[in-house]
């Protein structure tokens, strides 16, 4: 039996605005953890769900993976967390634990990912979520819970691959995109001692990049400045999202580099460079546990700190309009009054 009404904002139907929703909570099972929800950060993620991008979405739909809050209640066999302890929950809340990845320590390819999202049944929109306490993380006491909030999915998505790739001190590294991701991209890329050179289509963002902690900055669309960078970079992190200059992406990495995608941009490029060059485009998603760990402690230990503009709860539909309209600077949390 259910043991509690929750009351969260849902979409009833493809692209449609999120309404009040209640809905009786899951039942807790013996690894689970209760928590109350406090902050839930708006990604990007959440708004392609609800518009099912992804193609798995079930309606009512209650997004929201990037959360903050209180454990309220702890099932049969959980040891390591207590009601009252503030913790983090990004988008994996589970796995099988049994298949191939998932014993390798590779929970986020898990076989069953789709069912092991937070947002299943009902996501951080809502008075609490119900995940498995493995992935319920402990949360410095010092990081306040806006930020923690972003680096729970955005944060995991951008560290996972530059510390997985990171080389020899001063990889030249280039990062597509100053948004919700790039941005914290920037400043994991400075403290690990990355060459830090941001590419973007808006001149606009060239203050902030370097505010940051990048290294160097330049336009796109800047043809001279471009070719100065043909075969510059060892790695290249793409993490924009939409349509990207991919004439650009696919000639700045050395010959046999790699591109790395945290972002889901429209894949419409000729091949011819992606070939020539002995290029690998490579996605990368989320972490895993261990990783998930290291991270938010090297956030904390270095200062990383996510540019986050806070709302209520109640205005997720005007936070998702900024989102949309690309005008978050640079992630929005989600308040619950």
């Known amino acids: 039996m259910s043991t509690s009404v929750n009351l969260g904002y849902a979409a009833n139907a493809v692209g449609q605005p999120l309404k009040p929703f209640t809905y009786d909570s899951p039942e807790l099972g013996g690894n689970d953890v209760r928590v109350k929800v406090t902050h839930c950060g708006l990604c990007h993620t959440d708004i392609q769900a609800i518009e099912d991008f992804y193609e798995i979405t079930e309606y009512p739909f209650v997004p929201g993976h990037e959360i903050v809050g209180i454990v309220s209640q702890v099932g049969n066999t959980v040891s390591d967390l207590k009601i009252g302890d503030r913790v983090g929950i990004g988008w994996q ?39 498995d306490h493995r992935f319920a993380y402990p949360l410095p006491e010092a990081m306040p819970s806006e930020a923690a909030a972003v680096l729970m999915c955005a944060g995991i998505t951008v560290y996972s691959p530059l510390r997985k790739y990171a080389g020899q001190p001063a990889m030249k590294l280039a990062i597509m995109g100053v948004g919700g991701l790039g941005h914290l991209a920037i400043q994991f890329a400075h403290a690990m001692g990355y060459e830090v050179t941001v590419i973007s289509t808006s001149p606009d963002k060239k203050e902030q990049a370097f505010a940051f902690g990048a290294d160097s900055f330049f336009v796109s669309s800047d043809r001279p400045v471009y070719l100065k960078h043909i075969f510059y970079f060892d790695l290249v992190l793409c993490t924009a999202t939409g349509q990207v200059p991919w004439n650009v992406l696919l000639n700045v990495p050395k010959k046999a580099g790699r591109i790395v ?38 956030a904390q230990a270095n200062r990383i700190t996510p540019m986050v503009e806070t709302m209520p709860m109640n205005q997720v539909n005007e936070a998702m309009q900024r989102v949309k309209e690309n005008k978050a600077r640079y992630r929005i949390v989600l308040v619950n009054e």
């Open 93 to 131: 809340g589970r796995s099988c634990m049994q298949c191939e990845y998932c014993l390798k320590g590779e929970e986020q390819l898990c076989l069953d990912i789709v069912e092991s999202a937070t947002w299943k049944p009902y996501g951080g929109f809502g008075d609490s979520v119900i995940v």
């Open 261 to 298: 995608l945290v972002g889901f941009p429209e894949m419409s490029m000729n091949p011819t460079d992606l070939v020539a060059h002995d290029l690998s485009i490579t996605g990368s998603f989320l972490g895993n546990r261990t990783t998930m760990r290291e991270m938010l402690a090297f």
